[in-house]
Each structure stands twice: as structure tokens, then as C-alpha cells.
């Protein structure tokens, strides 16, 4: 298997760091290199919660904090091995996210920020004024890292040990990634409901993502602590926790390799300009934060994206390496019976305060039937849907999925019980190839989570999904998109795309919403003649859609609204001749 | 404790907990209008309480020079963006003479009239109209041109103007800590409790700015129209209501209510050029403890964490900034727990 260039770049960086340590370069360089290794592990827990998940926390300078001071209290007091001090910090770091995490990441993006700069600065003032930790002045006399009687605590040795635990988290964020827990964590951005409808559980994912970059920055306090020698607050306050983000931002938050350069890039200027601006000015102050909220402010509006997206730009994009025709075929839920009852929707309702949004409606859908629900616009046909998805509760009435009751779960059990869907405005990540896309939908039907994808122990798993996606995609006629990038794909590929990620989760039933909207012609014939094989196939659909034309041609029951209520239901010949159906669409005559 | 000492400590934290009220709403208000979290609300408070302190002296406050500075930046965008815009000069440069017309009016004013040593209301009013003038230009030269990004960016765009303007504040006022003189000197006696004139002042000041921003927003027609780009913003662009102007407003209203509370808070504590940031984070944590979205709700919460810093300061001293802070969390509990769901659009 050829290397991706990720990888390769992993290597190259491997093999670079005992060859600098035993360049006779500066010890001064050295020491930078430490400190930006270690403030680029920090980053780096930012680029996976707000590059990729799209989350942003001040929080991490504080939880280098409690990384520092577990290590520095409990060597300096109880005479613990930093070793076992390392986990301890770990284990505390990750209790206070969780804490943190779980109470604000059921609420909308921006209260997490919030929360972290509170705890933030919670912590800060009670680092500073706890007797115990040593108040404002810090602990000192902090011992070095050694193993054995071997010194690894300072210049040259730490720097190796520094930096391969750097890389190593690196390699194991990137194959984070790339894996069924990565897809699902960068589903996570675009809005909560396409992830719930594949089976994810975005709250789950949030919390371990922003644990995750927690335990980055405890690493990185552990080796603070023993390199320094001597913690104290102010390392550890709001305006670091800033200045974290700001590395990470100014590298380029979405790329892995932009937490390297940040770091590198703000550490030097940090140092230069602290010296330089006093100068300049005249008296002494940290006048360099003024140029550093510029700075922020500039690249955030000329280079969101950040410094590495340059560099991105111009590597070359290899196409995925296919490895997975060998795979074992991944397991399949067993199917109805033609003609058994698959969906069953009793008299539900959905009202919106005074108004009557859905009201009683009821109809079912069997196995091996296409159902068109239709009406004009307003008739309360989307919500319906979401009522039978999930997405929105209902105010009475009981949605029965194969004998089981299903109202009143979240989206993602429904999902989960084999109920796929599509979407009106079609939800995908841009960013990711068709293939990629598309494996998303098989995500309940893969186990390995993050730590799995982290050390590599997925990659069974990883091709057996890859190979259930190119068989979806090749089902509907996709099977030549697969590396593309989903966000080049013209509309009609994109519905399609859609209705694969919706095969892969293996549904009994599918929803789909709008299938044909922004089609043109031929890409409609096309649509029909995949729905009619996968209902030639065994398979239930229901469909919204306004094109006549398809749904005539493809279902074989119809259900009809208007203002929220049934119309009526019955064949297609039957409703082509309903006078009530012609005055809900064309008006009545007087 | 007894009830002397609990009374004296609750009217403490009311009257702080007023101006924290009054940056809570300024707060929810940018928030509201903008989607801006509007982390720099606290540097128009050190910039008003620091105004006047160097007017007190009769000096020209770095303000001005801040201001002059600002405005000009401000009016090259402005310049630049108009010519790309209509590729004449004559609107390109009335763009520019309109974004500097209020801060070189009210700059020159001050250099003319800070060695006279006007009265210290003249004086006050002359610094909350500078620290006012700010707030249109933060808003073209940091915000314009990010209007529709995510809320996220606009977020980190805020730590980034409030670094600047913390440090330009380091700049223009050094690091010595000023006290301002109180407004009104006396006290009156309630029982066992003292209140001093400048307690009033605050008390009837925050209640006044508070009936007036009602007012605005029920009774005027561009307060409808800031509370329609509140709600949808797109809808109001496609009834005339301009996003640009909007925003401007909006931080124009921020910065006179920050300068106002600089100057209410100025002669009961010293103020450092980064004093604004904590003060303006306490105002901030009742709003977010309000939802970011109801005036009352900020309101009831300023006064909440008023008291309990109130509190905090006499039981525990060192640890009432831990106190205020840490209480977030069991708020923003509650909050999701009872709160909907936010199953938010991005």
C-alpha cells in the first residue's frame, strides 16, 4: 500500500527529531523547540474540537493547569513518580471536561466558549489564591523527568521526548480522522440533524472530542510543569487560553499540521515582541497582546482558514488506495416479508401553539410499497415527516415501526431500528469524498470508537464499511464518484449520493424527502427507475414530492393533505381523479 | 453575621449588581441584534472611567488620540470599500468625511476644552461622549465585513478586539490605577444603613437607562427596526432595514452604556486599564445566565451575582472571583436542563 502524504510527513518529522537533537544547534533553539512542541500538543486538542467538531473552548490553558499543578503537588508533597502523576493529572483533567462538557453541550455552539472562559477564569483565581498550590508565586523546585538515573527532563532529551509524544498524538488524531468515529466527529459541524439521522449521537461525540483536546493540554501541563520546574498561575489564565486558540486559528484550525505552525509562529513572535514593542514604546508592558488581536482579526477575515490552508492547497490529492474488495460483507438486519406492515402512523399530530400543524393524520406502508405523500405547499407534508423521523415530538397520536412503538424517540433510535431518510436541502460534508459520505450512513453498523481509531485497530472494520458504501453507490449508478469531493458534485449526483448514505445504514424504510427537487429531466428518469428497483428489491419508501409526474410513476399509494389534515389516499388513478385533490391544487370554479 | 452587616452587604451588591445590569443588557442587546458575543463591552468601561480620571487632571485623555486613530483607519475602509463599490470618488470620499465627522468634532472638543477644567459632570458627559463614538468604529473597522460568518468567528473576532483595545488601553492610560471623584458626596442614613448619594445615582441611573431602552425598542421605529434584524436578518434587509447601520447602532448603544457604567463604577473602585474585562464578564454572566436573549432575565441575574459577590467578598475574600464565576455552571445546568433543546441550524 503506497503512503498517504500524511503519513509520509509523520515519518519525514519521526525521523527529523533525533537528528536535530544531535545537530549542534543552540541550546536557546532547543528550548524554543520544547515550549512549541508543547503549546502545539495544546493547539493541536483545538484543532479536533473546533477545526473539526466546529466547537470553540478557551478552556485549555486551564486545563494545562490542572495537567501542571496535579504533577507539581502531588511530586512535591507526596513524592509520587511523575510517571503515575502523569495519569492522575489525566484522570482529573478529564473528570472537570466531562463536567464542564456534559453541562454545556446540550445547548447551543456558543455556550461552550462561554463556560470555558468562566471556568477559566474560576480556575485561574483559585490556583492563585489556594495556600496549598502556593497562591500567585506557584510551586517551585519541581523535579526532573528521568528514567532511572538518566536525566530527560531538559534540553536535547526532552526535546525528543516532547516531540515524539507530539507526533504520536498527531498520527493518532489523523487516523482519528479518517475512521468511522472521525466521520462522525466532523458530521458533528454542520448542524446536529443529518448526524442524528445516520444513528450518531452528537452529544456523545461533542463531550469525548472536548475531552479529548483536555487531555491534549494535561499532557502538555505535565511537561510544563517538570520542564520549568516551577508552575504558577499565570501560564494558566484566560489570556493563555486565548492565545491557545489564537495558534490554532492563525495555523489553520482544520488541518492537523496548522497547530504546528501556529504554535511556532506566535511562540517566536511572542518573544520578539516582548522585547521589541517595550523597546519601541519605551516603558515595559505586554504590549504585544495589541498586535495579536489585530493579527486575529486580520487573518480571520483574509486567511479564515489559516496559514497551512496555503500549504494544503498545493499538495497533491491522491485518491483513497481501494483495499477493501477482499472485505467481509457487513452483517444485514433481517427484512419484513413482502407485504407486512411496515409503518404505521395513527392519527398524529403536531400543533405549534394555536396552530394545527399536522392533524389526525393516519396511513401505513408495507413492505415492497412506495407511498407518495403529496399536497400543496403549507399541507404539513415536511412535518409529517419529521414527525415519523423523530426530529420534531409529537403532540398525540403513536407512529408504529414493525409492530414497534417508535414515537417519541430521538431521531437517531429510530434511525437506529432502520429507518433511513434523505433530506429536503441535501446535508452532507463538502469536504469529504462521496465514498466518505457515504460510509457515514453504514455508521451504525460499525462498533470501533475513537481509541480504536486512534491506535489502528479499526482497519478491519474501516474496509468493511468502505465496501458496503461502494456497493450502495455502484446500486444506484454512482460507482464512478467515488473520490470525488462531495462538495463538486452537481445537484442531481448529490440527491443520489443522499439516497446511498440512506441504503447503507440497511433500512427497511426509507424516507425521502424531496428526491426530485433541482433534478433535470433525465436525472429524474433515472431516480425512478433506482426507486422502482429497490422497491423491486423488497424495500418500503415513503416519498414527499411535488414532480407529478415521478410520483405517479412510481408509487403505488398516494396520501394527500391540505392545511394539516388527510385529504385523502388511495392509487394514483384513483387520486388523479379526485375532484377534491384538483380543487386542493387547481382551485375550485364559481 | 447579623442583620446590620447582611443589609449593608445586600445594598453593595445591588449597586454593583446595577451596573452589571446595564452591561448584562448591553450585552444581550449586541448579542441579539449582531449575533456578536461582545467580549470588549468591559474596555468601554475603563475607557470611560479613565477618560475622565485624565480630564480630571486636565490633560487630554489617550482616548482621544486612540479615537483619532481609529476614526481614521475606519474612513480609509470606508474610502476603499466605497470607490470598489462605485468607482467614484465623490461618494467614496463623503463615505470617509462621514465616518470621521463625529470623532474629529468630538476630539476637538476635547483638546480644546480639557485644560479649562470643566465641572465633573461636563467632564463626564465630554468622556462617555468620546468612549460613545467608539462603538460605530469598532464595529466598521472589526466587524463589518464578518457579518453573515458564524457566530463562532464573530466570538474569536471579540477576544481579538478586546486584546487590541486592552492593550491599546496599557498604551494610551499606563498601568497606574485611577480613582474618580464621587458625584454626589452625601450620605443619608436608612436605619442601620448608610447610602451614599453616588449608591442613588447608580440605583436611578440603571433604572433610567433601562426605561429608556424599553422605550426605544416598544415605541420607536428604529428600535423595531434593530429588533427585526434581531429576529431575522435577511427578512429585515429585504424591508430596507441596512445590517451595516444596524450593527453600528447597536455598538454605539454598547459603548455609551459601557462608558456610562465606567463612569458609575469609576468613584467606588480603582480602575486599571484592565479592570474593564472582569467587570464587564460579571454583566456578562447574567446575561448568559439569561439566555443571551431576555432583558429581564439579565436584569434579576446582575443583581443575583452582585449579591453574591457581595457575599463572596466577606466570607471568603480572596476566592469571590471563583465564587461569581463558578456559579455559571449550575446556571448553564438548569439552563439545558429546562431549557429546549437548541437543535440549531448552522
Known amino acids: 500500500m503506497a503512503l498517504k502524504p500524511q503519513s509520509l510527513g509523520l515519518l519525514v518529522l519521526a525521523a527529523a527529531v533525533p537528528l536535530v537533537a544531535v545537530l549542534p544547534l543552540p541550546d536557546f533553539w532547543i528550548t524554543q523547540l520544547n515550549y512549541i512542541g508543547m503549546y502545539a500538543m495544546t493547539a493541536l486538542g483545538l484543532v479536533l474540537l473546533t477545526g473539526v467538531g466546529g466547537l470553540t473552548s478557551f478552556g485549555q490553558a486551564a486545563f494545562v493547569g490542572i495537567g501542571a499543578y496535579t504533577t507539581a503537588w502531588l511530586t512535591l508533597n507526596l513524592g509520587v513518580s511523575p510517571w503515575i502523576t502523569l495519569f492522575i493529572g489525566m484522570v482529573l483533567t478529564a473528570a472537570s471536561a466531562l463536567v464542564v462538557g456534559v453541562i454545556t453541550l446540550r445547548m447551543s455552539g456558543h455556550y461552550l466558549p462561554l463556560a470555558t472562559i468562566a471556568w477559566g477564569l474560576s480556575l485561574y483565581y483559585l490556583m492563585g489564591n489556594l495556600d496549598a498550590l502556593g497562591k500567585y508565586d506557584g510551586l517551585l523546585g519541581i523535579q526532573s523527568l528521568s528514567i532511572g538515573n538518566f536525566d530527560i527532563g531538559q534540553g536535547r532529551a526532552f526535546f525528543v521526548l516532547t516531540w515524539f509524544i507530539l507526533l504520536a498524538f498527531a498520527a493518532a488524531l489523523l487516523h482519528l480522522l479518517d475512521s468511522r468515529a472521525g466521520r462522525a466527529i466532523r458530521a458533528i459541524k454542520s448542524g446536529p440533524q443529518m448526524a442524528e439521522a445516520m444513528g450518531i449521537s452528537t452529544f456523545r461525540y461533542k463531550v469525548t472530542i472536548f475531552v479529548l483536546a483536555a487531555l491534549s493540554a494535561s499532557v502538555a501541563g505535565w511537561l510544563l510543569a517538570h520542564f520549568q520546574r516551577t508552575v504558577n498561575p499565570s501560564a494558566f489564565g484566560l489570556k493563555m487560553g486565548i492565545e491557545y486558540l489564537f495558534m490554532s486559528v492563525v495555523g489553520g484550525v482544520n488541518y492537523v499540521w496548522g497547530a504546528f505552525v501556529g504554535a511556532g509562529l506566535i511562540k517566536l513572535m511572542d518573544d520578539q515582541l516582548q522585547v521589541l514593542l517595550p523597546r519601541l514604546i519605551g516603558t515595559s508592558g505586554s504590549y504585544e497582546v495589541i498586535v495579536f488581536g489585530v493579527m486575529l482579526v486580520l487573518v480571520l477575515k483574509y486567511l479564515p482558514d489559516g496559514l497551512w490552508s496555503m500549504v494544503e492547497k498545493k499538495l497533491p490529492r491522491r485518491p483513497r488506495a481501494v483495499d477493501w474488495q477482499q472485505a467481509a460483507p457487513l452483517p444485514e438486519r433481517n427484512k419484513p416479508a413482502l407485504g407486512e406492515l411496515v409503518l404505521d402512523v395513527d392519527r398524529i399530530r403536531k400543533q405549534f401553539g394555536g396552530l394545527t400543524a399536522v392533524n389526525d393524520i393516519s396511513f401505513q406502508i408495507r413492505a415492497g410499497q412506495i407511498v407518495g405523500l403529496i399536497g400543496p405547499n403549507g399541507a404539513g407534508k415536511s412535518t409529517t415527516f419529521n414527525l415519523i423521523t423523530g426530529v420534531l415530538s409529537l403532540t398525540s397520536g403513536t407512529v408504529s415501526y414493525r409492530g414497534r412503538r417508535v414515537s417519541g424517540l430521538p431521531a437517531r433510535a429510530i434511525a437506529r431500528e432502520g429507518v433511513s431518510r434523505t433530506f429536503q436541502h441535501v446535508k452532507m460534508i463538502p469536504d469529504m469524498t462521496v465514498l466518505e459520505n457515504v460510509a457515514l450512513g453504514a455508521h451504525t453498523r460499525g462498533h470501533k470508537g475513537v481509541a480504536a481509531a486512534m491506535i489502528r485497530t479499526n482497519s478491519d472494520e474501516e474496509r468493511r464499511l468502505f465496501r458496503e458504501a461502494q456497493r450502495q453507490l455502484e446500486r444506484i449508478g454512482m460507482g464512478e464518484y467515488l473520490h470525488e469531493q462531495a462538495g463538486n458534485l452537481a445537484m442531481g449526483p448529490q440527491r443520489l449520493m443522499e439516497i446511498a448514505r440512506a441504503l447503507c445504514a440497511d433500512p427497511a424504510l426509507l424516507l425521502l424527502d424531496e428526491p426530485a427537487a433541482g433534478l433535470r429531466h433525465k436525472e429524474k428518469q433515472a431516480l425512478a427507475g433506482v426507486l422502482r428497483q429497490l422497491r423491486d428489491e423488497g424495500m418500503s419508501i415513503l416519498l414527499v414530492e411535488h414532480d407529478m409526474d415521478l410520483v405517479m410513476q412510481v408509487c403505488d399509494h398516494l396520501v394527500v393533505m391540505e392545511f394539516g389534515t388527510l385529504l385523502t389516499q388511495g392509487t394514483p388513478e384513483q387520486i388523479q381523479q379526485d375532484p377534491k385533490v384538483r380543487a386542493a391544487y387547481l382551485g375550485t370554479e364559481h | ?346
Do not use: C
Open chain 2, 1 to 346: 453575621m447579623d442583620s446590620t452587616i447582611a443589609s449593608i452587604l445586600l445594598l453593595d451588591g445591588l449597586t454593583n449588581g446595577a451596573v452589571y445590569a446595564l452591561l448584562g443588557l448591553a450585552t444581550v442587546l449586541v448579542f441579539t441584534v449582531t449575533r456578536i458575543i461582545f467580549i470588549p463591552q468591559g474596555e468601554f468601561v475603563a475607557y470611560g472611567a479613565l477618560t475622565l480620571a485624565i480630564f480630571q487632571t486636565g490633560k487630554v485623555p489617550g482616548t482621544v488620540w486612540l479615537l483619532l486613530l481609529l476614526a481614521s483607519v475606519a474612513a480609509v475602509m470606508e474610502l476603499f470599500s466605497r470607490w470598489q463599490h462605485h468607482r467614484s470618488l465623490p461618494i467614496a470620499l463623503k463615505a470617509a468625511l462621514k465616518t470621521l465627522a463625529a470623532p474629529v468634532a468630538v476630539s476637538l472638543l476635547a483638546i480644546w476644552a480639557a485644560p479649562q477644567q470643566w465641572p465633573l459632570l461636563a467632564q463626564a458627559a465630554m468622556s462617555v461622549a468620546i468612549v460613545t463614538v467608539y462603538g460605530p468604529l469598532v464595529y466598521r473597522v472589526a466587524y463589518q465585513s464578518l457579518e453573515s460568518a458564524t457566530p463562532l468567528v464573530l466570538l474569536i473576532v471579540s477576544v481579538g478586539v478586546h486584546f487590541a483595545l486592552t492593550g491599546l488601553g496599557l498604551l494610551f492610560f499606563g498601568a497606574e490605577g485611577f480613582r474618580n471623584p464621587s458625584f454626589w458626596d452625601d450620605r443619608f442614613n436608612l436605619g442601620p444603613v448608610a447610602i451614599s448619594g453616588q449608591t442613588i445615582i447608580i440605583g436611578l441611573t440603571a433604572i433610567a437607562l433601562i426605561v429608556l431602552l424599553w422605550l426605544y425598542f416598544e415605541r420607536t421605529l428604529r428600535g423595531k427596526a434593530l429588533r427585526a434584524t434581531a429576529v431575522n436578518r435577511t427578512g429585515a434587509r429585504l424591508m430596507g432595514i441596512s445590517t451595516h447601520a444596524s450593527g453600528q447602532l447597536t455598538l454605539t448603544m454598547a459603548a455609551f452604556i459601557g462608558a456610562l457604567s465606567g463612569l458609575l463604577i469609576g468613584p467606588t473602585t480603582t480602575v486599571f486599564y484592565d479592570s474593564g474585562f472582569l467587570i464587564g464578564l460579571k454583566g456578562f454572566v447574567a446575561a448568559v445566565a439569561a439566555g443571551l436573549s431576555s432583558y429581564p432575565g439579565a436584569l434579576i441575574a446582575a443583581a443575583f451575582v452582585g449579591v453574591i459577590e457581595a457575599f463572596g467578598s466577606f466570607w471568603a475574600s480572596a476566592f469571590k472571583e471563583v465564587i461569581v464565576f463558578t456559579l455559571i455552571l449550575p446556571v448553564l445546568l438548569v439552563r439545558s436542563i429546562y431549557g429546549h433543546n437548541a437543535d440549531e441550524e448552522h
